[in-house]
């Protein structure tokens, strides 16, 4: 059974930081694509950024290129996303999702086979 379990959501304020965590289980971690979404209330779900667990390659959103970075723990089947200077706009419920398609579509959510529960970041100004 393919589980993939957020956490590390909270509340900050803008400037501040958040580490959120996807711990994956229940299929071939290392020959996958895994990323982060996420949906802010009343609009659709966007990517943010993802990686590629076997190569360790990495893609992101404009609109988080130099804030945040997706990392990985392979001994843990754990992939994290450091969020830094943090901004209201990036308040949203963050999911992880997964797939063993490659990350060719990655921003795109119908490309993904599993996801998580979510976690909420919620940012004030």
Known sequence: QVQLVESGGGSVQAGGSL???CAASG?????????????PPGKQREGVAAI?????????????KDR???SQDNAKNTVYLQMNSLKPEDTAMYYCA???LG???WSTP?????WG????VTVSS
Do not use: H, K, M, P
Request: charge should be positive; aromatic fraction near 22%; charged fraction near 15%.
């Open 19 to 21: 580490r959120l965590s």
């Open 27 to 39: 299929y071939t971690y290392t020959r996958s694509c895994v990323s982060w979404f996420r949906q």
């Open 52 to 64: 590629n667990t076997g190569e360790g390659s990495t893609v992101y959103a404009d609109s988080v």
């Open 68 to 70: 945040f970075t997706i």
């Open 98 to 100: 997964a797939t063993q």
């Open 103 to 105: 990350c060719f579509r």
């Open 110 to 114: 119908a490309w993904y086979d599993y």
């Open 117 to 120: 529960q979510g976690t909420q």
